[in-house]
């Protein structure tokens, strides 16, 4: 009886370690074989092929990447499309003035009429995936340097994309995945007609702003709504046309007013955009304690400032707040981040890994010859990559947050262009940067960026060794005493670059005169001396160890699959087209805390401050909740607002469709708990939860506080729990 228990035990902890449940970002034409019995197992009613399928319509139809950095899906057959309120924020904000505001007031297009065209705006489908590692990988061998390796393999790909087979309006691209050991192509159709339909005032879209960013217990409705517009022949076409019509797409979603419960299946639809899962132990270490910590310093010093004068001056709110929201955005990730791999004991669970992997590779002479060094030769390498690192992160962090070095970048490109394509180029150049201007002087403020400059400019020289800084910049620093304030007020006083009309004045000179000034002006040459040391005494150096890295991480990646064959491996995010799909359910933040799986619109009445910057919360949506009023879209009358569940997602993800086992659309996926975004790292069932606005939330704004019934009629709304 005793020895039956014993191993009873076993074989339900084998049983856990082999089936890791919700963790992974698939590819879709790998889920009949990979995942379809799993996801079966997890309450899923359809089939792989209901998911994936060239032959037949299949979900995939139904969902495109939203203008390169978010995932949409389409929601009726006419090619209405469903996002993120911030992944549609650009869009909304440029048709935005002081008379129609639709970021504070939100937009809802009465008829295709009223829909509005955005510039540049586009969305794509994916048509076909296939395996194309083999032609891609012909003729590299093992003794190839990186460089002769790539080479060989950029020409593999450009002939697979010519003899690909498409349609004249497809396209085609090829990604390389597991560390560039396989190798997949994408056929794709883009369209570049996409038309905002309509948005909810940013009282509902971002309700509760950076306070509750990444954060559950969550109350925003983040969603937007856009339609493609195609030809005639319901073909793309590349621009807006006033002849184009709504898009009828092969497919679109169908909507469930039946919401889901704790532990109902759901899956996630996207195009993720970077994670890295399979790094050597060392690697997540700097992370935790090197990259991560730097970043957030740097970032904090920016928000303090820009804060304190977004406090004070209404014009300067207004102007930085999507600036400051980017910043805050990661800021925060990165700080959810390392506090999720240090409560996970991510770094000793890495560790155990490699033991075992280590155990297995010296047991097999082949596998030993082969990657008996691995993991001390990365842990090597990552320990030449540290300085590096920390001096990469501090530029970058630095140089991008001082716009007025950013302006510098932009007239060194004018002179350059100048010298080396003459009037031509500098004309062509000219244009790029007169537009580039315009759009940072509408949100720029030269006092907050002088700041800016006196306290990143500190952090520079402070911080970071003096072999990686700009000997021009010390020099500066070293005939004021290292008075920051002053190096601050000096500089912005002597030049002009701040000034949008001054600039603009000068710009309109002739070619040789502009060239002439910029080539000495003070900013033009600090940057230049900036960048310089920096390429210099880092980039090289990094680009060099990244190199071998690259070669070693391949092979650890391949490694990892030959050693672990009883795990099912997946490659990382690479901004493609995976599903995942897990359980929706509750977590533990912390000790003695726990989270529900669902919030209502009472939590959003909760958090109303009225005329609060974030918690604000429109009247005609208290007045709903005051009469009940919810319609078909409440449950036991209350009006759901968002959920969370196991699926592991990451940015890109945003605007993801969440769909139920029938793949009927449940939610639409705007965000992560802060305590799980180490998932990018190290997923951990415990703590890392996806969230989604629920769709009936969606469909209530939409319907009874917007009033746009038109679109509702568009949709195919389900009951599939009502069968
Ligand atoms: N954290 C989400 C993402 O990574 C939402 C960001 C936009 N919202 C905001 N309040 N900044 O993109
Ligand atoms: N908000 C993110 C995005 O823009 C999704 C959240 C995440 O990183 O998981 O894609």
């Given amino acids: ?108 297009a009465a008829n295709y009429g009223q829909e ?62 597991f560390e560039g050991n396989q190798y997949y192509m994408f056929i794709t159709e883009t369209f570049r007609d996409i038309r905002l339909v309509g948005a909810p005032p940013s009282s509902i879209g971002n309700f509760g702003k950076d306070t509750d960013n990444w954060m559950w217990p969550r109350h925003t409705g983040d969603f937007s709504m856009f339609r493609i517009y195609a030809g005639k022949d319901n073909k793309p076409t590349n621009a807006y046309s006033a002849d184009n019509i709504p898009y009828t797409p092969k497919r679109s979603l169908s909507i469930s007013l039946d919401g889901v419960a704790e532990g109902d299946f759901t899956l996630v639809f996207g195009f993720p955009g970077r994670t890295t899962q399979y790094l050597q132990s060392a690697a997540v270490e700097q992370i935790m304690t090197v990259n991560d910590p730097a970043k957030i310093a740097i970032r904090e010093k920016a928000l303090n400032v820009i804060d304190g004068f977004m406090r004070k001056d209404e014009q300067i709110k207004i102007q930085y707040a999507a600036k400051y929201a980017g910043i805050q955005n990661s800021y925060k990730k990165w700080q959810g981040e390392v506090l999720g791999l240090t409560s996970t004991n991510a770094l000793n669970k890495k560790k155990t890994y490699e033991a075992e992997f280590q155990k297995r590779v010296n047991a097999n002479p082949q596998w030993k010859a082969a990657y008996g060094n691995l993991l001390g030769d990365l842990e090597a390498a990552y320990a030449e990559i540290k300085p590096y690192g920390y001096a990469r992160d501090y530029y970058n962090e630095i140089a991008s ?102 600039t603009k004045a000068r710009l309109e000179k002739p070619a040789a005169e502009v060239v002439n000034y910029y080539k000495s002006n003070p900013v033009v040459l600090l940057y230049k001396d900036m960048v310089n040391s920096y390429s210099t005494t880092v980039t090289k150096n990094l680009n060099d160890v990244q190199a071998r890295v690259n070669k070693m991480n391949r092979s650890y990646m391949q490694a990892q699959i030959d050693v672990f064959r009883e795990k099912t491996f997946y490659p990382d995010a690479n901004s493609t087209l995976r599903v995942t799909y897990g359980k929706v359910k509750g977590y533990n933040p912390r000790d003695a805390v726990k989270y529900d799986h669902y919030t209502y619109l009472d939590g959003v009445m909760d958090k109303y401050k009225p005329a609060d910057y974030e918690f604000d919360v429109p009247e005609k949506l208290r007045s709903l909740y005051q009469a009940k009023d919810y319609g078909q879209y409440g449950a036991n009358g209350k009006m759901p607002v968002c959920f969370i569940a196991m699926n592991h997602t990451t940015g890109g993800n945003s605007g993801s469709p969440a769909l139920d086992a029938y793949g009927n659309l ?38 009874k506080y917007a009033g746009a019934s038109h679109l509702i009629k568009e949709m195919k709304l389900v009951h599939p729990k009502k069968k």
């Avoid at 590692?133 to 393999?153: A, D, H, Y």
């Avoid at 305590?675 to 703590?687: F, V």
Wanted: proline letters at 2%.
């Fill in 401 to 502: 947050k001082i716009e007025l070095l950013t302006m510098g970048g932009w007239m060194n490109s004018l002179v350059t262009s100048y010298e080396k394509d003459g009037e031509k180029g500098y004309n062509q150049r000219l244009e790029q940067v007169k537009y580039q201007l315009g759009s940072l002087y509408d949100e720029y403020n030269s006092t907050v960026d002088q700041k800016l400059y006196e306290v990143l400019i500190k952090m520079y020289l402070e911080d970071q060794d003096a072999k990686y800084q700009s000997p021009l910049l010390r020099d500066i620093a070293g005939k004021r005493g290292n008075d920051y304030a002053k190096m601050a007020a000096d500089l912005f006083a002597e030049v002009d670059l701040d000034n949008r009309e001054a």
């Fill in 1 to 108: 009886m005793k020895y039956l228990k014993h191993l009873f035990l076993i074989l339900c902890l084998s049983i856990v370690s082999l089936v890791k449940a919700e963790e992974g970002m698939w590819l879709p034409l790998l889920l009949e074989k990979m995942n379809e019995k799993h996801m079966k197992s997890l309450g899923m009613k359809m089939s792989a092929k209901d998911i994936y399928s060239i032959n037949s319509g299949s979900l995939k139809d139904a969902i495109v990447s939203f203008n390169g950095g978010c995932t949409g899906e389409i929601i009726s057959s006419k090619g209405l499309i469903l996002t993120n309120h911030h992944c549609g924020f650009d869009a909304i904000q440029n048709h935005s003035t002081l008379d129609h505001n639709y970021i504070r007031d939100g937009f809802w």
């Fill in 116 to 177: 509005i065209p955005n510039q540049g705006m586009f969305v794509t489908f994916i048509v076909r995936i296939e395996d194309v590692s083999k032609q891609t990988l012909n003729g590299v061998t093992p003794s190839m340097t990186e460089s002769e390796r790539q080479s060989t393999i950029d020409k593999n790909i450009s002939e697979i994309r010519k003899t690909a087979k498409k349609e004249t309006y497809q396209d085609g691209f090829v990604r390389g995945f």
């Fill in 666 to 703: 449940v939610g639409l996926n705007f965000d992560r708990v802060w305590e799980g975004t180490m998932s990018d790292i190290n997923y951990d069932p415990s703590i890392c939860r996806n969230i989604m606005v629920d769709i009936r939330y969606v469909l209530f704004v939409v319907d």
